[in-house]
């Protein structure tokens, strides 16, 4: 359909799209930390779950404070694996939603996933990186510090404070916000139509990649 056929019928319906806002950078990185190689190097995608894992966080302005939100973004099909909030930009914090991530998809040495994030001090702090080694994942961290270096956790980043934070702020109290990030994910997950992916929503094209296996592994049998 045509672009302006498509704005017409929105006019028509009242409809607008959301503008993002400006984004404003929260990374503080560490000098003198040594950091992981760049496995990535700005290619965001992957051939299976559990290959590419993005890790960011980003700020909410409420009337009780500052709240801080981390997400953690299985590349595959860009569903979200582990999120959490907190009052505080801890390294405390970001493994609670790695640990989430963790939990949730159970990665295994032989699945060679890589974890991917910024230059911030708390994703190359020692506990984090021994996180990642306990759990069989390599750490890969940007090699410029920019946003592009990150640029797929940065575009949920802002599509979460698109969909959610300007649309329905200002935020009162930092339980309100969680609450809405837990409703925002699991209609990510289940049900956002996203292009990228070919227009369904994450955990149906990763359902679809494991049922295409299931086929393979059916076809194989029979022969």
């Not at 021994?130 to 759990?135: D, F, I, P, S």
């Not at 994942?137 to 940007?142: R, T």
């Not at 809405?180 to 956002?192: G, I, K, M, P």
Request: glycine share 6%; charged share 25%.
């Amino acid at each position: 359909m045509a672009r302006c056929t498509i704005e017409r019928l929105m006019r028509r319906q009242g409809i607008a799209g959301v503008c993002r806002g400006k984004r404003v950078i929260t990374t503080v990185p560490d000098r003198s930390a040594t950091c992981p190689q760049d496995l990535v190097n700005r290619q965001f995608q992957a051939d299976r779950p559990n290959r590419l894992w993005v890790a960011d966080f980003t700020y909410v302005s409420t009337w009780q404070g500052w709240l801080y939100v981390a997400f953690v973004i299985d590349t595959f099909a860009n569903r979200i694996v582990g999120w959490r909030t907190s009052s505080r930009m801890t390294t405390d914090f970001l493994l609670d939603a790695l640990e989430q991530a963790i939990y949730d998809r159970k990665p295994t040495s032989s699945d060679g996933l890589v974890h991917h994030s910024d230059r911030g001090s708390q994703y190359v702090s020692i506990r984090y990186s021994e996180r990642l080694g306990q759990a069989g994942i390599n750490p890969s961290v940007g090699s410029t510090g920019d946003a592009y270096d990150n640029a797929l956790a940065e575009t949920i980043n802002g599509l979460y404070k698109t969909e959610v934070i300007h649309r329905r702020g200002p935020w009162k109290t930092k339980a309100a916000v969680e609450l809405a990030t837990l409703e925002w994910v699991s209609w990510f997950n289940h049900q956002r139509l996203l292009k990228s992916i070919g227009d369904v929503p994450p955990a149906e094209a990763e359902q679809r990649y494991y049922d295409q296996l299931a086929a393979h592994a059916a076809e194989s049998v029979l022969r």
